[in-house]
């Protein structure tokens, strides 16, 4: 219900963009987000954004990362600037509706030179 697209191996100080789909069949999003999850540690929030364009963002990637949102095909997206090693992780995409919290299947980021 959750499509997420875009990861991959990039240098450090590149860039890539990840997207995210919502099936129709799950309603409007309220909330709809990024999180990411390095080996061996607890899954983080990188980034959310209301249906209403109000963005949140995690300290370590303020004026790095951009999300942004095309409500009319419930989709979200992660622009990502300036990568570093550290931003290497498994990128999840959230999404809120009114009854229940939907998660995608994880999209690999890999900053490697």
């Known amino acids: 219900q959750l499509q997420a697209s875009g990861g991959g191996l990039v240098r450090p100080g590149g860039s890539l963009r990840l997207s995210c789909a919502a099936s129709?069949?799950?309603?409007?999003?309220?909330?709809m987000g990024w999180y990411r999850q390095a080996p061996e540690k607890q899954r983080e929030m990188v980034a959310t954004?209301?249906?209403?364009?109000?963005?949140n963002y995690a300290d370590s990637v303020k004026g790095r990362f951009t999300i942004s949102r095309d409500n009319a095909k419930n989709t979200v997206y992660l622009q990502m600037n300036s990568l570093k090693p550290e931003d290497t992780a498994v990128y999840y995409c959230?999404?809120?509706?009114?009854?229940?919290?939907?998660w995608g299947q994880g999209t690999q980021v890999t900053v490697s030179s």
């Open positions: 129709a069949d799950i309603g409007s999003t309220i909330y």
């Open positions: 954004i209301t249906s209403g364009g109000s963005t």
């Open positions: 959230k999404a809120d509706t009114i009854l229940r919290t939907y």
